[in-house]
């Protein structure tokens, strides 16, 4: 099982075993490391040497609204609601500039993009270039706010670029995990590429790819683009 979180070297790829106590052994058997080639992963996906990853980035992108997925985490996560960057409409993945993306936004949709939004522009294109209905069955989106806020009971209360808030979200995969040592180890020395909020994510998407993969999965939207990608997010 794996989840996938953005960083400044590609993606930052956490793995757990798909079956057995997440805790105890398959918490030592927890693995973070950084990938340039997402196709790669894909590649595993596909093979079956992978049997899901939950990724933070947007899949299936709306012509002209608002997703509803986007609306939905932004209630549940309440006061880290400011984290959900509405997602792209479809037209804004061919814009090169941050100009012409909200040009192009407000053409589609009445509205211009973040300057977040843009920012991740590319790992969004890379995603939806891999991406396919079939292929969502196994690679599918996930949010990390989303995800610690059922893990936990309710939302997180400092931001994850903060020790106090590192240390929240920690504590929330220790008892997901148990106090493992290989936990702590992987976030207080993230690999070369990646940092410590990288991780932390990375992590809580191992945990939601193995609920989706039990079917114990909280779904939010699922209405679907005109590429047929679902439009929503796991938790």
Partial sequence: MGGLDGCPAGWVLATVPADGPLRGAGADALEVAVVADLGAVVADLESGRMAAAAIDVPIGL?????RACDGEARRLIGPRRSSVFPAPVRSVLGAATYNEACATSRRACGRGISQQVFNILTKIRQVDLLQSPRLQDRLFEMHPELSFTVLAG???????????????????LRDAFGDAPRLAELVDAPPEGAR????LDAM????????????????????????????EMIA
Wanted: glycine content about 10%; cysteine-free; hydrophobic content about 40%.
């Fill in 62 to 66: 709306a012509a002209h609204a608002r």
């Fill in 154 to 172: 309710a939302p997180m209360q400092s931001t994850k670029r903060t020790a106090q808030g590192r240390a929240e979200r920690a504590a929330a």
């Fill in 196 to 199: 410590r909020d990288d991780v």
């Fill in 204 to 231: 809580i998407g191992a945990w939601t790819a193995r609920r989706y993969l039990a079917g114990a999965h909280l779904r939010l939207g699922g209405e679907r683009d005109e590429r047929g990608l679902r439009m």
